[in-house]
């Protein structure tokens, strides 16, 4: 079985103090935990080095939010692959709606991007999904298709063990709007066969592929419990560290039962 991801997404929030202390009291409860998914936190990339150094003890794993596409340069402001080498950081999530929608990212950047980090041995979460009008037009399938084709261009079978897909539609993203767990199964298994056509049944068996768009505890059950759902992309809700335990714990049930 797929192992399953509770990821959290701090966007633009948080103080370096409020980091520190997210992770304090982080540690003090994963006693409490199975340790049966897989945890990872996307601090803002300035708190990086830090997370990474409070979280050595820690079953959790730490990543960036954004890189740039090339090594090394001219490109004030910018981080890249391997500066996360340099500080030990194995994690970065790709092409998220925000960087696609307000910073007008490409779906042939976020190529890039991706191409550069399996280049330099990192995990990708690498975030699609439709807009509001397009799935009221019936385009969800057609978006995901063009996002996974261009997103995923050139990248090789055994480079997708590096590969984790968040289907986060755009219209459920800090809404409050969730995709019900059918709308969202249903979006997990046209991803799933379209990794099976373009890769293989191994490849589509293999890949992780997260669900992100207003999770929460009092949600996360029903989606997880999916089929196709092998965790979650969780913005809001992974912030204050109370929700995102209660879901770590929900989720652990939800493996369990999948197990079986
Ligand atoms: P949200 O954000 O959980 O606050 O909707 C999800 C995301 O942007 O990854």
């Not at 991801?5 to 006693?31: D, H, P, R």
């Not at 998220?96 to 990708?124: C, G, Q, V, Y």
């Amino acid at each position: 079985m797929r192992r399953m991801i509770i990821s959290g997404n701090w966007k633009m929030y948080k103080t370096l103090e409020e980091t520190i202390t997210f992770f304090e009291e982080f540690s003090a409860w994963e006693k409490d935990f199975s340790h049966k998914n897989q945890l990872l936190i996307f601090p803002p990339n300035l708190y990086t080095i830090t997370a990474l150094e409070m979280t050595r003890e820690n079953d959790i794993d730490i990543g960036v939010q954004n890189i740039y596409f090339k090594d090394f340069g001219a490109y004030t402001g910018e981080i890249s692959s391997p500066m996360l080498t340099s500080i030990g950081c194995k994690y970065a999530l790709v092409g998220h709606s925000e960087r696609r929608h307000i910073f007008h990212e490409t779906d042939e950047e976020i190529n890039l991007k991706i191409l550069a980090l399996i280049e330099n041995r990192k995990h990708i979460v690498f975030c699609i999904g439709e807009k509001e009008s397009q799935r009221d037009e019936g385009l969800t399938e057609q978006v995901l298709d063009t996002q996974l084709a261009i997103g995923l261009q050139d990248v090789h079978e055994k480079d997708m063990q590096h590969v984790v897909i968040a289907y986060e539609p755009v219209w459920a993203i800090g809404t409050g709007k969730t995709a019900t767990p059918e709308i969202a199964q249903d979006a997990h298994a046209f991803i799933r066969k379209w990794l099976s056509t373009h890769f293989n049944s191994s490849v589509a068996n293999k890949t992780r592929i997260l669900y992100g768009g207003s999770v929460k505890a009092a949600n996360c059950k029903e989606l997880l419990e999916k089929q196709d759902i092998d965790g979650a992309l969780i913005g809001g809700a992974s912030l204050k560290i109370k929700d995102y335990i209660e879901i770590i714990k929900i989720s652990e049930e939800v493996a369990q039962k999948k197990d079986q």
